[in-house]
Each structure stands twice: as C-alpha cells, then as structure tokens.
C-alpha cells in the first residue's frame, strides 16, 4: 500500500514549525512530530519511523542542530535536510560533516523545499546503494555530478520502494505490490488498493527491482512471487487478479516461486 514519507521536523520557533508542518502535510508527507530541542528530536526518532529529517541549525537545548543530527544519525541512517537563517562559512562546514542532502537557506519556498526532499532521498539511497558520499545542495541547486532524481524513478530502501509520481516520490512497500503491467514504454504497479504508473519499460523496471520476489511470466506482466494463489500452464492468480502466463516464461516462474 502507498504510505506517506515520514519526515521528522527539529524547529524551535512554534508558529514557523507549525506553518512548514501544515505545509508538508498539504503536500502528501506525514509529520510524525515537531521537536524544539534534540533530546526530544532524538526520543521522536526513535521511537517512530522517519524516512527524512528536516532540522533548523540553531534549536534549544545544550546540542544545536547540526549535533542533534549526529546524535540522530548514529542510531540509523536517514536522509537530511538542513533549514536555517545562518549560512556563514563555519556553519556550512560544520553541517557539511553530517553529510545532508540539502542546505537550504530561509526564506524558502514550498516548490525548493519539495526538489530538496526529492533529492535527499534520491542522495540517501544513492548513498546507501553504492556506498559514497552524498552529492550536497545548496539552497534547492545540486551539484552538476548528482543525478537527476527524475532519472531514476524508481528508489528501493530496504523493502520499499520510493515511486516517482508527479513531482514527488510515494513510499510503497514491495509486499503490497501484486503484480507488474507492462503497456507500452509505461510500467503500472499494481497493489491491492492503488496503483501507479511509471514512464518506463517493464524490462527495465524488472532490472530494478529484487529478482528473488519478482518474476515475468508474460511479455506484458510480472509478479510478486509471494503474492501468487494459483498457477496453470495459461494463467496465474493472485488474489482478485489473474493473468496469463506464457510457456517461454513457465519455467523461470517455477524456479523462482520454489526459491521463494
């Protein structure tokens, strides 16, 4: 099923924290909490999901954002973006240790804040998949090294995928996805609630995609391995959905639904 990213806002300024959360969640993200110091950063972090962190430099408390953060992110990874007033030297140097995906300097705007989370997350997966430092932003520009996230529509964080839908990406987790349509150069998801569509061949929505959970059994389909009821030489049902299954792609399906 679709589920929101989950963002994590470290402001102390209340009405500033409570307009950026408005706005977040007006756009489709889910706020799991405002925090105004990092030892109530830190309790929110651990105790809830948080697929990126948003966090003003200068906060109450004994650690300021850029030490909150580090506190953060030796519990677990997660993307960050940094949203301050202060953009001097020293202050970038020391936020640039943390390794963020974004910096971006207030006053900003809604559509920059949108690009610098699609490329937080973008830089983070990246980041995870190839093991090198992410690719930094300043004030919603990145670097002409970094990839255009757009590129990559397709973003896998452990077992979720990241969709790129419009202009911004929707957190699905592999489980919920049923099956794969193929339609041309457009790739539909297909869950049990929802689907999507991406502008991409289903070849090569497969090649990004874990082999051991999804497997071809048509030219114009795919599916969840682990979704699968039933299978005959011509159809294969899982759940309300039944597609056809091709002799050329029966024995591939086989191997893979013993693996499973």
Known sequence: MHTPVHILVIEDEAVLAMTLSDKLEAEGYTVIGIANNGAKALSLFTANSVDLVLSDIQ?????????????????????????????????????????????????????????????????????????????????????????DPARDPILQVNDQLFLKQGYQFVKVNLVDIVLLEADNIYTTFVTSTRKYALRLPLTSVLEKLPAKRFVRVHRSYAVNVSQVDTFSDHEVTLGKYSVPMSKNFKDEFIHRLRAS
């Open 59 to 147: 906060i109450k408390g004994p650690w300021d954002g850029i030490e909150t953060v580090r506190q953060l992110v030796q519990q677990r990874p997660v993307p960050v973006i940094y949203l301050t007033a202060y953009a001097d030297s020293d202050t970038i140097t020391r936020a640039k240790q943390t390794y963020p995906a974004a910096y971006l300097a207030k006053p900003f705007d809604i559509s920059s804040l949108r690009l610098a989370i699609d490329l937080a997350i973008h830089n983070f997966v990246q980041r995870l998949n190839a093991d090198l430092p992410t690719t930094k932003t300043i004030n919603g520009q990145h670097d002409v090294a970094d990839r």
